[in-house]
């Protein structure tokens, strides 16, 4: 499906057409509303929490999008995502994504389902001639990645990651001034030492099926556990696992708040960012110590001030528990990324860069230097109002009617995943002091077998990813 040949079909239609009397301003657009042949058609998958901020967020703010149709594999989710979201609204249900996309004549998806599942499900969409907004981390995979990015090009896909820094104008600033040498050569670059994600224990009891599951395949309840559960190994229905799949390897690469691919993903998205690497990445990784768990103890020690943007979250992370080991990356320009920072000591959304004339620190919403100069220019575009939803969700609908590259493109995602799972395969390997060399062209260690077993996992079978 094509949506600029959606488009045209209107418009030729349209012109065969004798003008009514009366045409509502609406219609054409006036009174800053949005003419329907403007708008976007899409579809959302996966209506959690996060799905729920997403629609709310474009129905107030970004009228170019028309959400048409919803879909999740629980059908209870189709009733409680409705009346949470828009109660009024007319879109179309589905508890299966391929008869969405099969039947409803959409631009592009909105992909907010777990991590596990976003794969599969961006890769059928594009393939089906629709563009893609997908939740970060958008692989639970390096090699996964480079598939979805693969998909894209054949394609010819408009893709956006959720890491919506990418679209905030300070932030973007601030990484123009560390590009354009305002802080001279960057040497090092000092971030956070996230939590990975754990394995899931073993002799978990088998749960009844949640209230509202049972869907028109049976009374049982069973398909939806089963499409939930996707390319990863099968499991019998716990409802741990299904609410906070976020924590365990199987599923995710430590997504929950203080977690690699949770805001980890923010902040080396960040780096990427800052230091213009985004299509590439660094050539070595080192393990600086032994792994060991580590209690994040946010609601507890953390100490935000009025200016940590985190400050809000604070309390948001409670006893979260995994793997740390602090590393070093080094790109190929002889620059060291350090992820040793604690919880309780910087930028959780970012990085600060350290040159040889200056530092810069940037963080969501909040960039600071030494010099103060630096940032405190009338330049700085200043703090970001309103959700950061806004202009990242804004940017995608531009780009599915411009066909420009987004902010975020599927390539930057890529790559700012792909340092998530390096952190994680590091400390897997678990060869302290040892170089773990990476050849960014290639996707692959060359010295480190065990690395790069860990690239990629089997996929359940009836889950391929379509060739």
């Not at 224990?201 to 395949?217: D, F, R, T, V, Y």
């Not at 320009?333 to 040793?340: R, S």
């Not at 230097?369 to 939803?389: F, H, M, R, V």
């Amino acid at each position: 499906m094509s949506t600029l040949n959606r488009r045209d079909a209107l418009k030729a239609t349209a012109a065969t057409i004798a003008a009514p009397m009366f045409i509502p301003a609406s219609a054409l657009g006036k009174d800053g509303a949005v003419a329907p042949s403007e708008r976007i058609n899409v579809g959302l998958i996966g209506l959690g929490a996060r799905c729920r901020r997403i629609a709310t967020d474009t129905l107030k703010n970004v009228p170019t999008i028309n959400i048409a149709s919803v879909s999740d594999c629980l059908p209870s989710r189709l009733d409680t995502f409705t009346a949470a979201v828009s109660p009024d609204a007319t879109w179309k249900r589905y508890t299966e994504f391929r008869e969405m996309i099969e039947k409803e004549n959409l631009d592009a998806v909105m992909i907010e389902t777990a991590t596990h599942q976003r794969a599969w499900i961006a890769c059928n969409a594009m393939a089906a001639g629709m563009d893609a907004c997908i939740e970060k981390p958008m692989s639970l995979t390096i090699a996964e990645g480079r598939e979805m990015v693969q998909c894209a090009r054949k394609h010819d896909r408009v893709t956006q990651i959720g890491t919506q820094q990418r679209s905030n104008p300070m932030t973007n600033w601030a990484c123009g001034l560390i590009q354009d040498g305002k802080i001279g050569t960057v040497r090092r670059v000092k971030t956070m030492n996230f939590v990975g994600p754990v394995p899931i224990p073993g002799g978990m009891p088998k749960h009844p099926m949640p209230k509202g599951s049972q869907g028109p395949e049976g009374s049982d309840g069973t398909k939806w556990w089963d499409t939930w559960t996707g390319q990863a190994d099968f499991h019998e229905y716990n409802a741990n696992l299904f609410y906070n799949w976020i924590n365990y390897v199987d599923y995710d690469g430590g997504g929950r708040s203080f977690g690699v691919t949770g805001w980890g993903a923010h902040a080396y998205d960040q780096i990427q960012n800052g230091l213009g690497t985004s299509d590439t990445g660094p050539v070595s990784i080192t393990l600086m110590e032994n792994v060991r768990d580590f209690d994040t103890g946010m609601s507890d020690f953390h100490r935000p001030t009025d200016d940590d943007p985190a400050a809000a979250l604070a309390g948001e992370p409670k006893e979260i528990v995994g793997p740390v080991g602090r590393c070093v990356m080094r790109y190929e320009n002889g620059t060291e990324i350090d992820f040793g920072l604690t919880n309780d000591q910087g930028p959780s959304f970012g990085a600060v860069f350290e040159g040889t004339q200056g530092k810069i620190e940037i963080n969501r919403n909040k960039v600071a230097s030494n010099p103060k100069e630096l940032t405190a220019s009338d330049e700085n575009p200043g703090l970001l109002k309103g959700s950061q939803n806004n202009p990242h969700i804004q940017n995608f609908a531009d780009c599915v009617k411009s066909r420009k590259t987004a902010n975020a493109d599927i390539e930057f995602g890529h790559r700012s995943t792909t340092i998530c799972y390096l952190l994680n395969i590091a400390r897997a390997v678990g060869k302290v002091g040892e170089e773990l060399k990476w050849d960014p062209k290639t996707e692959r260690f060359t010295n480190c077998d065990e690395g790069n077993q860990l690239l990629s996992r089997e996929r359940r079978k009836g889950w391929e990813l379509p060739s």
